[in-house]
């Protein structure tokens, strides 16, 4: 069984389409939230992800801002911004789905979250500290969250127990994890990591070395035009193209 995993697809068509060529053949998709926010292309980027097969989505802190749970004012100036166009333009059967979508997931070995497994929908593990924290908030051996939009992987240390320790994947390399693992695909939609290629992960549970991590490079002023006439942020657009 070959599983996608996304996350932080942000309403950027071109990115995600890329992907989905990218990461075929598959069987089935896990999200791990924001589908929406930033991008120009919401309803699009919705209606593609839940005819994936097999999907199964948590939502994400954009995707409950739009829903009303969570106050636009916690967001900056320009997340708010898109945020507002954003209720102009989803459509209600795409806000019902996002509506139905969970906090959390646990799927085999996997539990699934967009911020973290404490407090799913807003906290950032950014740090060692916080991946630590985190660790005893999950019974699974691994769980994948997105939200911090930087590829990292968060390991309890064989060496040092209890201590945890941060690898940066190496793209196209597979590999193995075998231990408790809190693992951060990246973004689709808006890679932060100084890198502007799309980003994901497949798991393969039938490989000796389950985990490929991958980069694409997608369209980026195709996406840029549209942030534009969408009369979004000048910024969403900006940062697309060096990854920030
Ligand atoms: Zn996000």
């Known amino acids: 069984m070959r599983t996608l995993i996304l996350s932080d697809v942000h309403a950027n068509l071109t990115a995600l389409q890329t992907v989905l060529e990218d990461a075929a053949p598959f069987d089935r998709v896990w999200c791990l939230g924001d589908i929406v926010g930033y991008g120009p292309d919401p309803n699009e980027c919705i209606e593609t992800i839940k005819e994936l097969p097999g999907i199964r989505c948590v939502r994400g802190n954009h995707d409950a801002a739009i829903l009303g749970e969570i106050d636009v004012a916690a967001f900056n100036d320009e997340a708010r911004a898109s945020l507002a166009w954003?209720?102009?333009?989803?459509?209600?059967?795409?806000?019902?789905?996002?509506?139905?979508?969970?906090?959390?997931?646990?799927?085999?070995?996997?539990?699934?979250?967009?911020?973290?497994?404490?407090?799913?929908?807003?906290?950032?593990?950014?740090?060692?500290?916080?991946?630590?924290?985190?660790?005893?908030?999950?019974?699974?051996?691994?769980?994948?969250?997105?939200?911090?939009?930087?590829?990292?992987?968060?390991?309890?240390?064989?060496?040092?127990?209890?201590?945890?320790?941060?690898?940066?994947?190496?793209?196209?390399?597979?590999?193995?994890?075998?231990?408790?693992?809190?693992?951060?695909?990246?973004?689709?939609?808006?890679?932060?990591?100084?890198?502007?290629?799309?980003?994901?992960?497949?798991?393969?549970?039938?490989?000796?070395?389950?985990?490929?991590?991958?980069?694409?490079?997608?369209?980026?002023?195709?996406?840029?035009?549209r942030i534009l006439e969408a009369g979004l942020p000048q910024r969403h657009a900006a940062r697309l193209r060096d990854g920030w």
């Open 86 to 225: 954003l209720d102009t333009q989803l459509l209600p059967e795409n806000r019902a789905w996002l509506n139905e979508r969970p906090e959390r997931l646990i799927m085999e070995d996997f539990t699934l979250a967009h911020g973290s497994p404490r407090s799913p929908v807003w906290e950032y593990i950014m740090d060692i500290a916080i991946a630590r924290e985190n660790m005893s908030h999950f019974d699974t051996l691994y769980c994948l969250i997105g939200h911090t939009h930087i590829p990292s992987i968060f390991t309890m240390d064989a060496a040092a127990p209890g201590a945890t320790r941060l690898y940066l994947m190496p793209p196209g390399e597979p590999f193995a994890l075998n231990r408790k693992s809190i693992i951060n695909p990246g973004s689709v939609g808006q890679p932060r990591d100084h890198n502007p290629l799309s980003s994901y992960l497949i798991h393969d549970d039938g490989a000796d070395l389950p985990f490929e991590y991958h980069r694409v490079a997608y369209d980026v002023e195709q996406v840029q035009l």
